[in-house]
């Protein structure tokens, strides 16, 4: 009798136990559910408006990318001129990003940490690329370093043209992702860090700089996935010369020009390839802080 009531327990305990184990598989109704503020309704809206804007057209574009089969979009894309313009769009866009990286980091730093007559106004340029019309940039950038510079530098139609007006459109990425970290950012370590005998730059090398590379890093991925695209500040100081100072977005504009739109597109998503593996790198760097910065707490 004893024996019988202890299996029957035990097989209770342990039907007690399953039914409390949380399922390994989700049902399919649980993928469906809809939680939040907004609810099933607002969610749509948010899916339709992101369609409209973002995913038609970029699938209207692959598609015509595609129209003559992947031979004609990889000849398209491998075609000699099309290659380099990719690797001059690339290469300077990369040397753009470092230079952001450092100057960046250096402007951040002086208008967070620093006091010093018109802070203010200094501040608020960093946004003007922003806001102002790219052409207008290239315009400006053009009177100043072109033919006729009143400084007597020449930059008109030369890569390092390209380099200025690609920093000067992407400036404020690494100054904007800096400056939050660096005001949230524990003085305190530093102060005892200093009043130990270490120096300021081991100081920023071993306390400052692994709390600012995640923004510097995000940072500096945006600009460079910025400036790849980029085509208003570079179509005038650029000069588009084939094989030197051609970005690809010149590229693209030439061959909608000569009646190509499948060699336009085909480029087209090359870049965007190209930009959205940048960004992918990013959340994934931003990800991988996150749960180190989790687990540390």
């Known amino acids: 009798m004893t024996d019988n009531s202890s299996v029957a327990a035990g097989e209770k305990t342990g039907g007690d136990l ?170 305190e370590v530093e102060q005892a860090a200093l009043s130990l005998g270490a120096s300021n730059w081991v100081t920023f090398r071993r306390i400052v700089l692994p709390a600012l590379t995640p923004a510097i890093i995000s940072g500096g991925g945006l600009a460079f996935a910025r400036a790849i695209g980029e085509y208003g500040s570079v179509v005038l100081i650029g000069g588009a010369i084939p094989r030197e100072t051609e970005v690809a977005s010149q590229y693209i504009q030439k061959q909608i020009e000569i009646d190509r739109p499948i060699n336009a597109a085909a480029v087209s998503v090359a870049l965007l390839l190209i930009a959205f593996v940048t960004l992918l790198v990013l959340r994934f760097l931003a990800d991988r802080s996150a749960r180190k910065e989790q687990a540390s707490r």
């Open 18 to 187: 399953a039914g409390n184990q949380p399922h390994s598989r989700r049902s399919p109704k649980a993928w469906l559910q809809v939680s939040g503020s907004v609810g099933p309704l607002g969610i749509a809206t948010a899916v339709l408006w992101l369609s409209i804007i973002v995913l038609l057209p970029l699938a209207a574009l692959t598609v015509t990318s595609f129209e003559d089969g992947w031979a004609g979009f990889w000849d398209a894309v491998t075609a000699p001129a099309a290659l380099d313009s990719l690797r001059i769009t690339v290469s300077v866009s990369v040397v753009v990003a470092l230079i952001n990286v450092v100057m960046g980091t250096l402007i951040a730093w002086v208008l967070v940490r620093d006091e010093f007559p018109g802070k203010g106004v200094v501040n608020a340029l960093i946004d003007l690329p922003f806001a102002l019309p790219t052409i207008v940039a290239s315009i400006v950038l053009l009177s100043l370093y072109g033919p006729q510079s009143p400084v007597n530098i020449h930059l008109n139609a030369t890569q390092p043209g390209l380099v200025v007006a690609l920093a000067f459109v992407t400036l404020p990425f690494v100054v904007r992702s800096v400056q939050p970290v660096l005001i949230e950012a524990d003085r």
